[in-house]
């Protein structure tokens, strides 16, 4: 199980955020990723609290045959595509794309990418949509289930299915 975090909170050259997390889903695609479920969207606060607009969230279950490096460079090239800069942390983004889990790994200390993401766990907005996808998926670090995960939460920021 293989599964991607997909977020946005400006435009892209594409159209609004849906439109973009859309497109880039087509662009996984193209490159040779199969996905084979995606949650509904949700709209989100920015985390951590900021005035930029809100989020539009969604989690996809994907298959590919790139190992892990290759499909991080290959989410960051698609980013890169739709208008993303990176530079300052948690700023506003056309676009963001994060390798969640891959298949369970562990990463060594150091290794990139970090596997699973080191912050999924704390956050709704990445919960609450892979329960859509994947319902009994766990932490291979924690071992917490999503639903114990997302239970273990202390967030009060809202979100809501859109």
């Known amino acids: 199980m293989i599964l991607l975090g997909l977020g946005a909170n400006l435009p892209s050259a594409v159209g609004p955020p849906e ?3 859309a497109a880039a889903l087509q662009a996984l695609r193209e490159n040779g990723v199969r996905v084979v479920r995606r949650s509904p969207w949700y709209r989100s606060a920015p985390v951590p609290e900021s005035a930029q607009p809100w989020y539009v969230n969604g989690v996809a279950l994907v298959r590919t045959s790139r190992p892990p490096a290759d499909l991080l460079a290959l989410l960051h090239g698609i980013e890169a595509r739709f208008g993303r ?3 300052e942390l948690n700023a506003a983004r056309p676009l963001d794309l994060d390798l969640l889990d891959y ?3 562990l ?3 150091g290794e990139t ?3 699973p993401h080191p912050r999924l766990h704390q956050r709704a907005f990445v919960l609450r949509p892979l329960r859509d996808v994947a319902p009994d998926w766990r932490h291979p670090r924690l071992g917490g289930t999503v639903g114990e995960l997302i239970a273990a939460l ?3 920021s809202p979100i809501e299915r859109i």
């Open 107 to 109: 990463s060594a200390a």
């Open 19 to 21: 439109e973009t997390l």
């Open 103 to 105: 298949e369970g790994r």
């Open 85 to 87: 800069q990176r530079g």
């Open 113 to 115: 990418p970090v596997l």
């Open 154 to 156: 202390d967030d009060s």
